[in-house]
């Protein structure tokens, strides 16, 4: 049985740092893509960001561009997010995802290309 588990969440200010990791087990790892997503409360769940399979690629929404860095260890089974100068609006649940191997660059942001999830792990960025 797969299993993802998210650890790394808490508080912060505005403009600190946190990491997040995800540590999968129970399936081949270096055959799935791993992504991160977000739900703030009273929002749908969002594409945060995605490594693929190949760890050759890293996609970034707009929002997290140039201050979230994701990595990926196959070695450990694990993903990181670096998360640097949060905002407020970074405020959400992180859950982690992973994906069977997918060509595709666009499946990537869509939450239906992911079968396995964590259970989420609370960030809160105060001003």
């Known amino acids: 049985q797969a299993q993802l588990v998210e650890s790394g969440g808490g508080s912060v200010q505005v403009g600190g740092s946190l990491r997040l990791s995800c540590a999968a087990s129970g399936l081949t790892f270096s055959n799935y893509g791993m992504g991160w997503f977000r739900q703030a409360p009273g929002k749908e769940r969002e594409f945060v960001v995605a490594v693929t399979w190949s760890g050759q690629h890293i996609y970034y929404s707009d929002s997290v561009k140039g201050r979230f860095t994701m990595s990926r260890d196959n070695a450990k089974n694990t993903v990181s997010l670096q998360m640097d100068s949060l905002k407020p609006e970074d405020t959400a649940v992180y859950y982690c995802?992973?994906?069977?191997?997918?060509?595709?660059?666009?499946?990537?942001?869509?939450?239906?290309?992911?079968?396995?999830w964590g259970q989420g792990t609370q960030v809160t960025v105060s001003s």
């Open positions: 995802a992973a994906a069977w191997r997918t060509y595709s660059s666009a499946h990537y942001y869509d939450d239906r290309t992911y079968a396995y």
